[in-house]
């Protein structure tokens, strides 16, 4: 387990919330930030199972436009930061930028890219 700071969002001052113990967790906006070298390495593939519709919810939002390294197609995935409200969270568009405003938590578009720490 790791405890994870969540921070106010840096754009908006939204409140982070307490923190929390987690095993698997999405990155927030700092961490986004440091662990990917910039908007190309953010960018990230959506997986033929994602881009499927599942128990009555659309799929995953897929690009016509932009592409990773290896030509698949992106889309945007979620953070745990909060967006410019607590009924938002800010998120990494398909280009790979910060969507510091974010969406709506009941957005079903996003992918999400799972991150833990592995101790060996």
């Known amino acids: 387990k790791v405890c994870n700071q969540n921070r106010d969002n840096p754009w908006w001052g939204t409140k982070g919330g307490r923190a929390t113990w987690d095993r698997v967790f999405a990155l927030s906006i700092e961490e986004a ?3 990917f070298d910039g908007l190309r390495d953010r ?9 499927s519709p599942h128990e009555g919810m659309s799929g ?6 932009y592409k990773t390294t290896y030509e698949e197609k992106t889309g945007w995935w979620w953070l745990r930061s909060p967006g410019i409200s607590s009924y938002g969270a800010a ?30």
């Open 43 to 51: 960018m990230a593939a959506v997986t033929p199972y994602a881009q």
């Open 91 to 120: 998120n990494v568009l398909d280009v790979g930028d910060f969507c510091e405003y974010g969406c709506s938590v009941d957005n079903t578009g996003g992918s999400v890219r799972p991150a833990l720490w592995l101790n060996l």
């Open 60 to 65: 995953s939002y897929v690009s016509d436009k």
């Open 33 to 35: 930030d440091v662990y």
